[in-house]
């Protein structure tokens, strides 16, 4: 009886985890349904105008607002593609030497000091952003004759990317250390030298395992919150130049849901459909990067 | 192919690449240390004017015989002011007289009546007291006293002058700034202090731990010892591995859409911050848990089993005990992240101003991190220094945490 009883709570515990799943996305879909009785999907996903501020009176231009996201579509993908271009080779070559070079001291020290960086908070990278950096990066573009905006994506891109290296590193590291010795005791027993061996044999067998590694580093980069709050900008602005300042999917949810609080104007009601769109991404780049990454770690086994 | 001199030059050119990417990391994170405590170790020093307040019956108007409540109507803002007023000699007019009150902190009345409702006996008296200084003043004290950084700062030619005689009196001090860690949020930096938002903090991570604790190890449990491995248990783990990778932002979107859309808790409450912090820290609970009771040895289990134990005694008797401290070490790095979570508490309203701690769950709270983002957003300079050091007081709770954790992990795997 007893047993049948703890049996009982122990299933429903396990059940609340499909609950959030399930509220998660109800939430999301009954919010985003009631925002597209507004505006059309169409226009939420190609429209290259955003603008939700409406105005005070329905004879004002911009009476409605304009929720064309893709201008924060691209934004945000700016903004992952510069945080990847500092993470994924920085995470790799550390991940390549941790494992193929290092000296066990020399790996638990680093190993360590990398998870701070994956452990230190994200508004604190984003107050490093937008205190250090950008106006470093600023001061650094006038004195070449560059203007760089003070919100660029460029300072806040660079950060995430130092957030991000741990999580590369560590992927990689498991990956690299998973392709068995075999292979390299054959390459160089065929007289390549260490580094060849590196690149032409373990490299190739680990890379769909990186490329996975990555794919979950730009699902991180693009649900990323309070580095782009604090350090990119806030207004749409439809470019691919980093040094401009972009504003992103995360951005304007925190912008739309934190001014005023009333729940049934469009503003909020856009904040979801964004919501949903953000979870919809992250998530299919979630699954089809630990699909990738799980196959490759266990590939050899 | 290359002859063999370059293929071993390219060799350790290789190996320099590798070093050279886990040294620029280090140096990041360097850097980035060096700068935070460079810039919020001032948050921890404030400087403070030494004046002369004139406490005598007829100054503060009480009679010989007063109550407390006499004591507590005296006007403390006038008695600073002539306290001020008589440090410098000379004659002020209107202006010039409100540029000099603006050397002390729009807290010293406040510092000043404090004492005095402890200490009754200095009425009669006049008594010198070390009270704060304004924020410019303690920026232009703190920044070495150079040109450039007077005009960083807002003070005037005539206040630093003011500022230069009360410092060759030895009128002016740096000391510990005990309010940063026992003030709460205020629009003035030198009276600011984080003890607010961390009580809000830890009424949150309270509400989270007890939350994702009990579902989280219990599911761990379920998951582990009682499942059938099926196409639910499977479902379970899919399920609850994409939960861990989810951005937190829909956690909060979540809290917002459900417990104050529809179940209509209160905004800003730590109670529902702890709550939605609970939802996200769930899988990394469940995840670390499950690995904790995978590690027990399955010799264990048949034992138990062997001398008649249920299912339900063997895993709660043996199993789960053993188990213990590597599921602890998971529920602290949980917390841990939890504690430095700002996004889902944006999203349901705890960015508010918060000038009280709160004093139960339902209240209107802040919490640390979310202080950092209010601070970090303020024009004033002198809250840029506040900022960092709320930082640094949020990596010291998680350096607490983190170092608990491995001490423990250490000890289980001894």
């Given at each position: 009886m007893v047993e049948r009883l703890i049996r009982a709570i122990l299933f429903s515990c396990s059940a609340v985890a499909i609950f959030i799943t399930i509220g998660i996305i109800a939430s999301l879909i009954f919010e985003a349904l009631r925002f597209f009785q507004s505006v059309s999907v169409f226009e939420f996903l190609f429209g290259t105008e955003w603008s939700?501020?409406?105005?005070?009176?329905?004879?004002?231009?911009?009476?409605?607002?304009?929720?064309?996201?893709v201008p924060l579509f691209v934004g945000t993908a700016l903004i992952s593609t510069v945080a990847l271009c500092v993470s994924a080779p920085l995470g790799i070559f550390s991940a390549i030497y941790l494992s193929e070079y290092a000296s066990d001291t020399l790996r638990s020290y680093v190993k360590p000091l990398l998870e701070i960086l994956a452990g230190i908070p994200t508004v604190v990278y984003g107050f490093f952003a937008a205190i250090v950096i950008a106006p470093a990066l600023s001061n650094l573009g006038a004195s070449i004759g560059l203007e760089v905006a003070y919100e660029s994506a460029l300072a806040a891109g660079l950060v995430m990317g130092v957030m991000i290296i741990p999580l590369i590193s560590s992927i990689s590291d498991d990956i690299i250390t998973a392709v068995p010795d075999s292979l390299r005791e054959g390459s160089r027993g065929l007289g390549a030298t260490k580094s060849e061996t590196i690149r032409r044999v373990v490299l190739p067998a680990a890379l769909p395992g990186i490329a996975g590694g990555i794919l979950l580093a730009i699902s991180r980069a693009v649900g990323e919150t309070m580095i782009v709050v604090m350090a990119a900008g806030l207004s749409a602005n439809l470019t691919f130049n980093p040094l401009e300042a972009v504003t992103t999917v995360t951005v304007q949810i925190v912008v739309l849901l934190t001014?005023?609080?009333?729940?049934?104007s469009s503003k909020t009601l856009a904040a979801f459909a964004l919501g949903l769109a953000l979870f919809c991404i992250t998530m299919v780049l979630n699954v089809i990067g630990s699909q990738i990454v799980k196959k490759y770690r266990e590939q050899y086994d | 192919m290359p002859g063999v001199v370059d293929r071993h030059r390219g060799e350790e050119r290789f190996r320099r690449l590798g070093l050279a990417a886990i040294a620029i990391s280090m140096s990041f994170l360097a850097f980035f240390l060096v700068s935070i405590i460079g810039t919020g170790y001032g948050a921890f020093i404030q400087t403070a004017i030494k004046i002369d307040v004139d406490l005598t019956y007829q100054e503060v108007g009480l009679?010989?015989?007063?109550t407390p409540e006499d004591l507590a109507g005296v006007s403390y803002r006038s008695a600073v002011r002539s306290a001020m007023r008589t440090l410098i000699p000379e004659d002020l007019g209107r202006r010039e007289s409100r540029a000099l009150y603006g050397?002390?902190?729009?807290?010293a009345e406040f510092e000043l009546r404090d004492i005095v409702l402890a200490q009754?006996?200095?009425?009669g008296t006049i008594t010198s007291f070390w009270l704060t200084a304004s924020d410019d003043v303690d920026l232009y004290n703190k920044s070495g006293l150079t040109e450039a950084s007077a005009q960083q700062t807002r003070l005037t030619d005539k206040q630093i002058e003011w500022y230069s005689a009360l410092k060759t009196d030895d009128r002016i001090v740096k000391r510990f700034n005990w309010t940063f860690l026992t003030g709460s949020d205020s629009r003035d930096p030198e009276v600011a202090g984080v003890w607010g938002a961390m009580v809000g903090s830890f009424f949150a991570l309270g509400v989270c731990l007890l939350l994702s604790c009990f579902v989280g190890v219990l599911t761990a449990v379920y998951l582990e010892?009682?499942?059938?491995?099926?196409r639910w248990t499977q479902f379970l783990e899919i399920n609850i591995n994409n939960l861990a990778a989810v951005p937190s932002i829909t956690f909060g979107l979540l809290g917002l859409a459900i417990?104050?859309?529809?179940?209509?808790l209160p905004r800003s409450a730590s109670l529902v911050g702890g709550m939605v912090l609970a939802l996200m820290t769930l899988p990394t609970v469940i995840i670390s848990s499950r690995v904790a009771l995978q590690a027990v040895a399955p010799s264990i289990r048949e034992a138990a089993f062997g001398i008649g134990a249920s299912r339900v005694q063997t895993v709660f008797h043996h199993v789960v005990p053993l188990a213990l401290p590597g599921i602890l070490t998971g529920i602290i790095i949980g917390m841990a992240r939890a504690l430095g979570e700002t996004a889902p508490l944006l999203m349901i309203g705890m960015v508010a101003f918060i000038a009280d701690p709160p004093?139960?769950?339902?209240?209107?709270a802040s919490a640390l991190p979310v202080q950092v983002y209010l601070w970090a957003d303020s024009?004033?300079?002198a809250f840029a220094e506040k900022t960092a050091g709320a930082i640094l007081v949020l990596l010291v709770f998680l350096l607490m945490m983190n170092l608990f954790a491995v001490i423990l992990r250490r000890k289980f795997e001894k």
């Amino acid at each position: 009886m007893v047993e049948r009883l703890i049996r009982a709570i122990l299933f429903s515990c396990s059940a609340v985890a499909i609950f959030i799943t399930i509220g998660i996305i109800a939430s999301l879909i009954f919010e985003a349904l009631r925002f597209f009785q507004s505006v059309s999907v169409f226009e939420f996903l190609f429209g290259t105008e955003w603008s939700p501020q409406t105005a005070l009176r329905a004879d004002q231009v911009g009476a409605s607002g304009r929720f064309g996201a893709v201008p924060l579509f691209v934004g945000t993908a700016l903004i992952s593609t510069v945080a990847l271009c500092v993470s994924a080779p920085l995470g790799i070559f550390s991940a390549i030497y941790l494992s193929e070079y290092a000296s066990d001291t020399l790996r638990s020290y680093v190993k360590p000091l990398l998870e701070i960086l994956a452990g230190i908070p994200t508004v604190v990278y984003g107050f490093f952003a937008a205190i250090v950096i950008a106006p470093a990066l600023s001061n650094l573009g006038a004195s070449i004759g560059l203007e760089v905006a003070y919100e660029s994506a460029l300072a806040a891109g660079l950060v995430m990317g130092v957030m991000i290296i741990p999580l590369i590193s560590s992927i990689s590291d498991d990956i690299i250390t998973a392709v068995p010795d075999s292979l390299r005791e054959g390459s160089r027993g065929l007289g390549a030298t260490k580094s060849e061996t590196i690149r032409r044999v373990v490299l190739p067998a680990a890379l769909p395992g990186i490329a996975g590694g990555i794919l979950l580093a730009i699902s991180r980069a693009v649900g990323e919150t309070m580095i782009v709050v604090m350090a990119a900008g806030l207004s749409a602005n439809l470019t691919f130049n980093p040094l401009e300042a972009v504003t992103t999917v995360t951005v304007q949810i925190v912008v739309l849901l934190t001014g005023d609080q009333e729940f049934d104007s469009s503003k909020t009601l856009a904040a979801f459909a964004l919501g949903l769109a953000l979870f919809c991404i992250t998530m299919v780049l979630n699954v089809i990067g630990s699909q990738i990454v799980k196959k490759y770690r266990e590939q050899y086994d | 192919m290359p002859g063999v001199v370059d293929r071993h030059r390219g060799e350790e050119r290789f190996r320099r690449l590798g070093l050279a990417a886990i040294a620029i990391s280090m140096s990041f994170l360097a850097f980035f240390l060096v700068s935070i405590i460079g810039t919020g170790y001032g948050a921890f020093i404030q400087t403070a004017i030494k004046i002369d307040v004139d406490l005598t019956y007829q100054e503060v108007g009480l009679e010989e015989t007063f109550t407390p409540e006499d004591l507590a109507g005296v006007s403390y803002r006038s008695a600073v002011r002539s306290a001020m007023r008589t440090l410098i000699p000379e004659d002020l007019g209107r202006r010039e007289s409100r540029a000099l009150y603006g050397l002390i902190g729009a807290g010293a009345e406040f510092e000043l009546r404090d004492i005095v409702l402890a200490q009754p006996e200095l009425v009669g008296t006049i008594t010198s007291f070390w009270l704060t200084a304004s924020d410019d003043v303690d920026l232009y004290n703190k920044s070495g006293l150079t040109e450039a950084s007077a005009q960083q700062t807002r003070l005037t030619d005539k206040q630093i002058e003011w500022y230069s005689a009360l410092k060759t009196d030895d009128r002016i001090v740096k000391r510990f700034n005990w309010t940063f860690l026992t003030g709460s949020d205020s629009r003035d930096p030198e009276v600011a202090g984080v003890w607010g938002a961390m009580v809000g903090s830890f009424f949150a991570l309270g509400v989270c731990l007890l939350l994702s604790c009990f579902v989280g190890v219990l599911t761990a449990v379920y998951l582990e010892e009682f499942a059938a491995r099926n196409r639910w248990t499977q479902f379970l783990e899919i399920n609850i591995n994409n939960l861990a990778a989810v951005p937190s932002i829909t956690f909060g979107l979540l809290g917002l859409a459900i417990f104050l859309g529809f179940f209509g808790l209160p905004r800003s409450a730590s109670l529902v911050g702890g709550m939605v912090l609970a939802l996200m820290t769930l899988p990394t609970v469940i995840i670390s848990s499950r690995v904790a009771l995978q590690a027990v040895a399955p010799s264990i289990r048949e034992a138990a089993f062997g001398i008649g134990a249920s299912r339900v005694q063997t895993v709660f008797h043996h199993v789960v005990p053993l188990a213990l401290p590597g599921i602890l070490t998971g529920i602290i790095i949980g917390m841990a992240r939890a504690l430095g979570e700002t996004a889902p508490l944006l999203m349901i309203g705890m960015v508010a101003f918060i000038a009280d701690p709160p004093t139960n769950l339902t209240q209107p709270a802040s919490a640390l991190p979310v202080q950092v983002y209010l601070w970090a957003d303020s024009p004033e300079r002198a809250f840029a220094e506040k900022t960092a050091g709320a930082i640094l007081v949020l990596l010291v709770f998680l350096l607490m945490m983190n170092l608990f954790a491995v001490i423990l992990r250490r000890k289980f795997e001894k």
